[in-house]
């Protein structure tokens, strides 16, 4: 039996005092990425990206900018990847740090 080993890692940085950025990087031991659907989800907000990569890699590298104008904060982020692979569809999370944004 073969199986396809899928990792997720994320890391958020604080861009200036209102935005932040949250990269992640997620890799197959076999089959590629047909699609990845990537939620990050920063306090009890939500961000969503869609991406058909080129080529089907087996390592992909996306990133997220999100923000916040009210009073000073921090949000504790997490990153969710729904994938497609030839070999079948799963989701994965991360945890990715936070950031203390606002004003």
Known sequence: MSFNAIN????????????????????????????????????????????????????????????YTGKKKYFACSVSTQYYTRMGIGTISAKAGGATLGR
């Open 8 to 67: 997720l890692t994320a890391s958020t940085k604080k861009v200036n005092a209102t935005k932040g950025y949250t990269i992640y990087v997620i890799t197959a031991s076999k089959a590629g990425f047909l699609e990845l659907n990537t939620q990050l989800t920063y306090g009890t907000k939500r961000k969503t990206s869609s991406v058909i990569p080129h080529k089907v890699p087996k390592t992909y590298g996306g990133g997220i900018y999100f923000d």
